[in-house]
T-cell receptor, first 113, second 115 residues
């Protein structure tokens, strides 16, 4: 079945450091790919998404490119802030509405000043 | 973006009682809503898929008689944890799909503590 694999955390960085969180997927067909962020005690917020190969999703300085050839969707940010500390989930879904998301295990990011 | 409201955000109940959690799509109609459970420091586990006007589809291993799901309208789905026990303590999150978009919108989550 479809699955998402994320790099193990936690990731600990200093402010202004470069961030990469790896995500690879296994899926039939052409899924849509997402990054969600969860702040402590809260629900999930969509960070960015890409719906087809070579699409780049971006938001709040974060970027991820849908790479079909490597089945990857790595999350990057050039300069992290303390406020970026959260848990980040990579996810995929099929193209039809009504299809549940499949999540990776999440990666905890901790940024110190 | 679309807004999904989940209520309550936190609830503490006694063992043996039932708790109802509501999930509402505030500015769109959601044909399908999903209920997830999240254990501490773990990913989200899909519990069930809720379709308006029909019975929910439960994932393997999820007790449908314990976790009652009702999707009475295009904007409201409820999850009732019946005869709650301490092991049911968890973070429950709902999400809703717009009818023509694959993006899911999440509620704020409900922290359930059974004492």
């Amino acid at each position: 079945g479809d699955s998402v694999t994320q790099m193990e955390g936690p990731v600990t960085l200093s402010e202004e450091a470069f961030l990469t969180i790896n995500c690879t997927y296994t899926a039939t067909g052409y899924p849509s790919l997402f990054w969600y962020v969860q702040y402590p005690g809260e629900g999930l917020q969509l960070l960015l998404k890409a719906t087809k190969a070579d699409d780049k999703g971006s938001n709040k300085g974060f970027e991820a490119t849908y790479r079909k050839e490597t089945t990857s969707f790595h999350l990057e940010k050039g300069s992290v802030q303390v406020s970026d500390s959260a848990v980040y989930f990579c996810a995929l879904t099929g193209r039809q509405a009504g299809t549940a998301l499949i999540f990776g295990k999440g990666t905890t990011l901790s940024v110190s000043s | 973006g679309a807004v999904v409201s989940q209520h309550p955000s936190r609830v503490i109940c006694k063992s043996g009682t039932s708790v109802k959690i509501e999930c509402r799509s505030l500015d769109f109609q959601a044909t399908t809503m999903f209920w997830y459970r999240q254990f501490p420091k773990q990913s989200l586990m899909l519990m069930a898929t809720s379709n308006e006007g029909s019975k929910a589809t439960y994932e393997q291993g999820v007790e449908k008689d314990k976790f009652l799901i009702n999707h009475a309208s295009l904007t409201l789905s409820t999850l009732t944890v019946t005869s709650a026990h301490p092991e049911d303590s968890s973070f429950y999150i709902c999400s809703a799909d717009k009818t023509v978009n694959t993006e899911a919108f999440f509620g704020q989550g409900t922290r359930l503590t059974v004492v």
